[in-house]
Every structure is written in structure tokens, then in C-alpha cells.
């Protein structure tokens, strides 16, 4: 069955270092998502990609943080200079088409920023 | 738009059934039901559309009452492997809008 692959599965970086997560999403879906679980709370939307460009973003998701889909496969989140309160769980999460359709989740990246 | 969920945990013994609770203070297209097992993604389990009928997974299904803004989660006889936290996600709109989950349930099986 395919499925959403994202890399690293762990992170651990220092504060205020630059960290990328990639991700390789379901090859013929067209929408991307990055989300976030801080331990032992919601999945919380960051963003959303489709088409080579944001289609949406949340509160979270401010100028620390970018995405890029650089060479068709890997849809990278980057965060510039990270926080101690940006250590979670990063899912990548991909959808086929328009509508109410399934979010594949990848295994997710954890970070950790000390 | 958070949905709300109810309850925030629940302990069953196998064989024994439960009610998850998924709830909109807007109206819903859709419904998205997700359990998660510790250190892992979250794994779909079933979606329930505006004017939809009720679906089945195995011994999961699933209710949407459009009038109250709601959806139900029912897990019969359950099995220790039903353990994990539920998550319902929902949108408001047929356009791709992001899911926006709920703050979950953590449900534990017990022998």
C-alpha cells in the first residue's frame, strides 16, 4: 500500500539552529499538509500545500517556519531559527484530489530543540 | 473551528463497548475518524459525509447527525488492540480546507 515517507524520524537540535523534515509524499496525490503534536495533545494544523504554493496556514505557521516542494517528490518544512517550544512530533500528511478525501500520514519526525 | 470531543478518556475491559463523542459549534461536510497508537501516525479508520449514511469498520462505525452538528464513534466488543487515543477531524466545506482535529480520546483496553 503506498505511503507517506518522512525523514528524519528523529531530531535533535539546539536552539536557535536551522532544522529541515522532509517528506515524500503519496506520488499521485496532489495535497500536501504539515502538522504538529506537541506530547500528549491535539494534531494541530500548520499548513497546506497544493499546486506549488501555500493554500493555507495557521496561526502556528509563522515566518520561522517555510515549506517548498523543490523537485516534485520531497516536500520539505523548514523552520529557520528554531525555539525550545517548537520540540514535537512533525506529521506530513498527503491527499489524493479534491473534497472530502483521506489524509495519509506519514510516521512523523520528532524534534527535539535543546 | 476545534471540534469537541467527549469523553477526554475512557478504560474498558475487552469485550465491553463504548461511545466516542465528536461535536461542531459549525455546520460539518465531513467527519474524519483516526486512532493513534503511541509513538505513531495516525491511522485512518472511516469518514462520514454530509447526507451519508452510517459506515462500518468491522466492529467500529460511525454516525453523522448533520442537524446536530455531530458524529459518533461506536466501538463493540472491544478488543485490546482498540487501544489508543481517537481523534475525529473535521471540515466544513467540500473545497480541500484543512482538518482540524479534535483534542482526542484516549481509550485503553484492558484484560
Known amino acids: 500500500e503506498p505511503e507517506v515517507t518522512q525523514t528524519p524520524s528523529h531530531q535533535v537540535t539546539q536552539m536557535g539552529q536551522e532544522v529541515i523534515l522532509r517528506c515524500v509524499p503519496i506520488?499521485?496525490?496532489?495535497?500536501f499538509y504539515w502538522y504538529r503534536q506537541i506530547l500528549g495533545q491535539k494534531v494541530e494544523f500548520l499548513v497546506s500545500f497544493y499546486n506549488n504554493e501555500i493554500s493555507e496556514k495557521s496561526e502556528i505557521f509563522d515566518d520561522q517556519f517555510s515549506v517548498e516542494r523543490p523537485d516534485g517528490s520531497n516536500f520539505t518544512l523548514k523552520i529557520r531559527s528554531t525555539k525550545l517550544e517548537d520540540s514535537a512530533m512533525y506529521f506530513c500528511?498527503?491527499?489524493?484530489?479534491?473534497?472530502?478525501?483521506?489524509?495519509?500520514f506519514g510516521a512523523g519526525s520528532r524534534l527535539t530543540v535543546l | 473551528q476545534q471540534p469537541v470531543q467527549s469523553p477526554q478518556a475512557v478504560i474498558l475491559r475487552e469485550g465491553e463497548d463504548a461511545v466516542i463523542n465528536c461535536s461542531s459549534s459549525?455546520?460539518?461536510?465531513?467527519v474524519h475518524w483516526y486512532r493513534q497508537k503511541h509513538g505513531e501516525a495516525p491511522v485512518f479508520l472511516m469518514i462520514?459525509?454530509?447526507?451519508?449514511e452510517q459506515k462500518g469498520h468491522e466492529k467500529i462505525s460511525a454516525s453523522f447527525n448533520e442537524k446536530k452538528q455531530q458524529s459518533s464513534l461506536y466501538l463493540t466488543a472491544s478488543q485490546l488492540s482498540y487501544s489508543g487515543t481517537y481523534f475525529c477531524g473535521t471540515d466544513h466545506t467540500s473545497g480541500n480546507t484543512p482538518l482540524v482535529f479534535g483534542k482526542g480520546t484516549r481509550l485503553s483496553v484492558i484484560a
Open positions: 462520514l459525509l454530509k447526507g451519508g
Open positions: 459549525k455546520a460539518l461536510y465531513s
Open positions: 500528511a498527503s491527499q489524493k484530489g479534491e473534497g472530502a478525501n483521506v489524509l495519509t
Open positions: 506520488s499521485n496525490h496532489l495535497y
